[in-house]
């Protein structure tokens, strides 16, 4: 079992900036990927980032330019920052972790963060 604690969210005025990180633990046989969704009230939950194992990130299309995922993986933890924030970036950010067990062939998991809440409001 793998466990995801995310960390800095919190409350920041319009164009200000703020470093989500996501820390895995527990039972971590292989990575393929990590990344960040957000889900905002009344919407479904969307991409923000991902990163994979060889460092390949893949961004929303709409959040390029402005968001930068970044992974450290002696640490296996994931960073978002974020910047230039706006109020419709509000919402519950998720860590997201996607792993092949030790198993052959080997059995892929998902794994999800309990959320950490940004909100952009001035």
């Known amino acids: 079992q793998v466990q995801l604690v995310e960390s800095g969210g919190g409350l920041v005025q319009p164009g200000g900036s703020l470093r989500l990180s996501c820390a895995a633990s527990?039972?971590?046989?292989?990575?393929?990927?990590m990344g960040w969704y957000r889900q905002a009230p009344g919407k479904q939950r969307e991409l923000v980032a991902t990163?994979?194992?060889?460092?390949?990130?893949n961004y929303a299309d709409s959040l390029k330019g402005r968001f930068t995922i970044s992974r450290d993986n002696a640490k296996n933890t994931v960073y978002l920052q974020m910047f230039s924030l706006k109020p419709e970036d509000t919402a519950v950010y998720y860590c997201?972790?996607?792993?092949?067990?030790?198993?052959?062939?080997?059995?892929?998991?998902?794994?999800w963060g309990q959320g950490t809440q940004v909100t952009v409001s001035s």
């Open positions: 997201n972790l996607i792993e092949d067990g030790s198993t052959w062939p080997p059995e892929r998991y998902e794994y």
């Open positions: 527990g039972s971590i046989f292989s990575i393929v990927s």
């Open positions: 990163i994979n194992n060889g460092g390949r990130t």
